[in-house]
């Protein structure tokens, strides 16, 4: 008879063996200290011999050695025997305890509620962590699709965890499959009995079986759209299923009288149904009896065909009064809610006076918002929801504080109380976020342009690299690299810089990297130092004296870094960031898909495309090799929110080209030409001497000494003053 997994001499016999396995291990361990223990205890029984007199005999000694030892040796074992009694009836004791024990958990837990798992709090604190638990446990997942299955069916079989999943709809419960299985059993019953009258004629099984329809399927098939999968499951066509539906609208809407539908298709010339209806009344015991005299007629009696109905206890004005103290504004957005309390805005101005949003004015306020008779009850109860602080212990057992949302249940007018509270300080928290907004939307990007310029700077100053095209890798953050205003800079890039950036994008949530981690060191450092107190730093140019002086060279040489360089902006002066009001743009809609601009030598064009590619051809600008999975690029005209026109090269090219080649055509090397000074008032025209022999195309795109670019195939002619 196999033992169960609870039993006491399998429990006794598997700690026999441990605690033998536990003494052999000591030993083994310490036998060098115990054998010295050994000897020690030999040598101090022996001195302690040679100290007792000797009396006796050597013959008596011999005669009562034997009996001493037999006395000694019936002891022990006596000793031994009681030893042994008393330790196995301790173990006894000690596992009918713990099965006792046992059992009852066994029971609480079968016939007791399961403890209540939170599964609405998420169990990982963001989604990094998530994707770093996940990161562990996929390697030691089988890679067979079978096996792995199998070790997910194990755990996801875990009864907390199957509970949390059947919470969060992942796994079907019980019930739900038990749902499940009895709505399957009622459709297969459905098409059963369906199917048998169906095909009848009778008017009694037609009427069955269109009740029966109507009955069964209504508007919830038709909105969740299982229109055709129930008519599958029942057995008949996907038509019928509609027109039952559309026979139970009009039925419960009143425009058919019954559910039955017994009428069968007539002749044309057939009888109506009113005409036999009223043929019927007619000859009805109840409307007339049939007599011999012809001059028989039915007499009509005449009675009263009106009624007046007085209310005595209702007056106009008292109804006026009543249905005046009810009439109160109903708002669809909370920010008309707020403007209702707050006075009217002056001419042309998008916001509130200052006195009105920190309800210092007199004449507006809170108390102007009026609520109905209903909304001040105090006896009708609701449920409703707000954020407060919470109370809740971490793993250290510290309490701390979080704001949670608190379900509520109190009286209409205490829920209105604390909707006005909130109406007294949204506003102008509300004018702080839009104006803190406005003021800063505008700032990134001139910081990205001037970084830009002294990065270049550097390269071709410092290091002597000849720069043509930069390649940009960053987020998608709108307000340095990803806004109509960021690609309206970089459309300028040419005329700026002496060379063109093409920008591509990470995907959203992507653009982690080795970036963040250098600047992470650096705040690092910076903290450290202030801490340790060797260094005080107050303001960037102290930080930026502080990384220069200390935080240049790498720590380790074999990094493939030489040094770190740092640039400091001032805020203002010579070196701040300029704010360029002729670098905003006009709205570029779809701009979060994009993920790589590419900028021309023409000022306001871009391309753009949904994906970057970074192929050969692409770099060279030639065919793409990934044409199946990249888009074409697609060229964008961005406007100035300051004028209606691009640029001044964009409008006026084709007249420049069209006058150059007009003007190559009558004049020559050497010539001297005058051009009309339409806006210099000192001088009517500019007299210039021709020094190039007809048009001249250009090859190339060029920028000339004063930052001005010019296109690829433009024509011009050459002149010296």
Same mark, same amino acid.
């Given at each position: ?134 990161? +562990? ?99 008949? +066509? ?230 043509? +095209? ?41 653009? +982690? ?209």
């Amino acid at each position: 008879m196999e033992s169960s997994p609870y039993s006491v001499s399998a429990w006794r016999k598997k700690k026999k063996e441990k605690k033998v396995q536990s003494k052999r291990e000591y030993y083994e361990k310490n036998r060098e200290e115990l054998a010295e223990k050994a000897k020690e205890r030999m040598r101090k029984l022996r001195a302690k011999r040679a100290a007792k007199p000797s009396v006796q005999t050597r013959n008596e000694k011999k005669r009562q050695a034997p009996k001493d030892r037999n006395t000694a040796s019936v002891l022990r074992a006596k000793i031994r025997k009681q030893e042994e009694e008393l330790r196995k009836e301790t173990q006894r004791k000690q596992a009918r305890n713990r099965m006792q024990e046992l059992r009852k958990r066994k029971l609480a837990e079968e016939s007791g509620p399961e403890p209540e798992v939170e599964f609405m709090t998420p169990a990982f604190s963001s989604r990094m962590t998530r994707k770093r638990a996940k990161d +562990k446990v996929s390697p030691s997942l089988p890679t067979s699709p079978a096996k792995k299955a199998e070790v997910l069916e194990n755990l996801v079989n875990s009864p907390r965890t199957k509970k949390i999943l059947e919470r969060k709809n992942v796994l079907r419960t019980d019930e739900d499959k038990k749902k499940a299985e009895a709505v399957q059993s009622l459709l297969e019953d459905m098409s059963e009995g369906l199917s048998k009258v169906k095909q009848s004629k009778a008017v009694d099984e037609r009427a069955a079986y269109s009740a029966a329809r109507s009955l069964a399927f209504g508007s919830s098939i038709k909105k969740n759209r299982h229109q055709q999968r129930v008519a599958q499951m029942v057995g008949i +066509k996907r038509q019928q299923v509609s027109k039952a539906i559309a026979h139970r609208e009009k039925v419960l809407k009143g425009d058919t009288a019954c559910w039955l539908v017994t009428r069968r298709n007539v002749r044309s010339d057939a009888v109506k149904e009113e005409d036999k209806r009223l043929i019927c009344d007619y000859w009805s015991n109840q409307a007339s009896r049939p007599t011999g005299a012809a001059n028989d007629k039915v007499r009509q009696r005449t009675t009263t065909t009106t009624t007046m109905i007085y209310f005595p206890s209702m007056t106009c004005m008292k109804f006026r009064k009543q249905a005046k103290s009810n009439d109160v504004c109903t708002f669809e957005f909370l920010t008309q809610a707020a403007d209702s309390t707050l006075c009217e805005r002056e001419e042309e101005s998008k916001y509130h006076a200052t006195k009105c949003l920190t309800r210092e004015c007199e004449n507006c306020g809170t108390y102007t918002f009026k609520t109905s008779e209903e909304e001040n009850s105090t006896e009708t109860q609701v449920k409703w929801k707000r954020y407060e602080y919470v109370t809740y212990e971490d793993k250290n057992g510290e309490e701390k504080k979080k704001i949670a949302l608190v379900s509520k249940e109190t009286s209409v007018k205490a829920m209105f109380d604390y909707f006005l509270q909130l109406l007294k300080e949204y506003p102008y928290h509300s004018f702080m976020a839009k104006w803190q907004k406005k003021q800063f939307g505008c700032l990134d990007y001139h910081f990205v342009h001037h970084t830009q310029e002294l990065i270049l700077k550097y390269l071709r100053d410092d290091l002597k690299v000849p720069v043509e +095209k930069v390649n940009e890798f960053t987020d998608g953050c709108a307000g340095q690299y990803k806004s109509k205003h960021t690609f309206g800079d970089l459309s300028c890039c040419l005329s700026d810089f002496g060379c063109q950036i093409d920008r591509h994008f990470f995907e959203t949530s992507h653009a +982690k990297g080795e970036q963040d981690a250098a600047g992470a060191n650096i705040k690092q450092r910076a903290t450290l130092a202030v801490i340790r107190g060797r260094a005080t730093i107050k303001s960037a140019k102290q930080l930026h004296d502080y990384l220069s002086s200390k935080f240049t060279l790498p720590t380790t040489s074999n990094t493939s870094l030489s040094k770190r360089i740092y640039f400091h902006i001032p805020v203002k002066g010579e070196g701040a960031v300029a704010r360029r009001s002729d670098r905003t743009f006009k709205e570029l809609k779809g701009i979060r898909k994009l993920h790589s601009v590419k900028t021309t030598p023409v000022q306001c064009k871009i391309s753009t495309r949904l994906r970057s590619c970074l192929c050969f051809g692409c770099i060279e600008g030639e065919e793409c090799e990934n044409r199946e999975f990249v888009d074409e690029w697609k060229e964008i005209i961005l406007t100035r929110e300051e004028a209606v026109a691009t640029t001044r090269q964009n409008q006026e090219s084709g007249e420049i080209d069209m006058s150059v080649n007009g003007m190559a055509s009558i004049v020559k090397a050497g010539s001297v030409v005058a051009i009309a000074a339409e806006d210099d008032n000192a001088y009517d025209y500019y007299l210039f001497k021709v020094s190039s022999d007809g048009a001249i195309v250009l090859n190339e795109h060029v920028l000339d000494d004063y930052n001005a670019a010019y296109q690829k195939g433009l024509s011009f002619q050459l002149f010296s003053s």
